[in-house]
């Protein structure tokens, strides 16, 4: 885990990588390797908005990525940690989420 323009404590490693490994919990033995990356941004309306980055590797070498950006960090981590979960699913096939599945089709 790293990150630019924050203080990446104790108490915030363990807390990503908490909300991380809750999306990502029934893909875990599906993942190679998973990375986050942590920003501080300045917001051209003035302020400060964090972003969330986090990757991961599947078995067939595919990687996969996921952005967010918030106001509050731990929201941005868990905005990209559930995008990913979406995409890992995807990626896997199968057992995926409902929301992944369902699509719109002109007959109705």
């Known amino acids: ?3 630019t323009g924050l203080v990446l404590s104790t108490a915030l490693r363990v807390e990503v990588r908490r ?4 999306a990502l919990g029934r893909y875990a033995q599906d993942v190679h390797g998973v990375a986050a990356r942590l920003d501080e941004l300045r917001n051209p309306l003035g302020g400060v908005d964090q972003r969330s980055r986090v990757r991961v590797r599947l078995p067939s ?3 996969l990525r996921a952005e967010a950006i918030d106001d509050r960090i731990e929201a941005a981590v868990d905005r990209s940690a ?5 995409l890992v699913a995807a ?3 199968g057992d995926r989420p409902a929301r992944v599945l369902r699509r719109r089709t002109s007959d109705g």
């Open 82 to 86: 559930a995008r990913l979960a979406l």
């Open 61 to 63: 070498g595919v990687v």
């Open 91 to 93: 990626a896997l096939g």
């Open 19 to 22: 909300r991380v490994l809750l």
């Open 1 to 3: 885990m790293t990150g």
